[in-house]
């Protein structure tokens, strides 16, 4: 079975500062998909970054970017110029391509504090 | 489109308590997803259906939980009766099967069982 690990339960970043989230994950499978997830307190589930993992160019979004790592199964999460409206928790998760195998299993999260 | 519409937003409840909970996938979403979260575990897929049909229900905790999807547009999670371990926050999220990497959320119902 798939796993996902977040080894940081908190992590604090200044404002306009860059900060690196750490995600591992554990699979058999060749063909994936891998996701950042970002929860307000509003409790909303936001998509913030994916990855296919047959793609060895890592995924961009504005201040978001990732470094994938496929053979290391690490698959973390730079912010960059950090702004208030980032304080969150993030959630890594795992998709199979399987069509048997549909659901995300996320990581326990980290929560980000932006300081200003 | 108006997203995953889940009600009610907050329940408060008190043990042994029948609690229902809905959801509205998006229109034309043909997947939808019932997650549990919590500080302890995190979130954890309760069940999943595909086409209106149960695919895996290996998440679901006990015999106390049940969940259906009568058509297309709306989806229960009922627990009956209810206990104070129950006491999470419940998502439901929807996606086109075919596109397994868009998965869309609710926000989500907070449940507090007294």
Avoid at chain 1, 92 to 99: D, L
Avoid at chain 2, 61 to 86: V, W
Wanted: charged share 20%; glycine share 4%.
């Amino acid at each position: 079975a798939q796993t996902v690990t977040q080894s940081q339960p908190e992590m604090s970043v200044q404002e306009a500062e860059t900060v690196t989230l750490s995600c591992t994950y554990d699979t058999s499978e060749s063909d994936y998909y891998l996701f950042w997830y970002k929860q307000p307190p509003s409790r909303q589930m936001i998509l913030v970054i994916r990855q296919e993992a047959y793609k060895q160019q890592n995924a961009t979004e504005n201040r978001f970017s990732v470094n994938f790592q496929k053979a290391a199964k690490s698959f973390s999460l730079k912010i960059s110029d950090s702004q208030l409206g980032d304080a969150a928790m993030y959630f890594c998760a795992y998709r199979s391509v399987r069509r048997s195998q549909g659901n995300l299993i996320f990581g326990k999260g980290t929560k980000l504090s932006v300081k200003p | 489109d108006a997203g995953v519409i889940q009600s009610p937003r907050h329940e408060v409840t008190e043990m042994g308590q029948e609690v229902t909970l809905r959801c509205k996938p998006i229109s034309g979403h043909n997947s939808l997803f019932w997650y549990r979260q919590t500080m302890m575990r995190g979130l954890e897929l309760l069940i999943y259906f595909n086409n209106n049909v149960p695919i895996d229900d290996s998440g679901m905790p006990e015999d106390r939980f049940s969940a259906k999807m009568p058509n297309a547009s709306f989806s229960t999670l009922k627990i009956q009766p209810s206990e104070p371990r129950d006491s999470a926050v419940y998502f439901c999220a929807s996606s086109f099967r075919q596109d397994v990497e868009k998965l869309f959320f609710g926000s989500g119902t907070q449940l507090s069982v007294l």
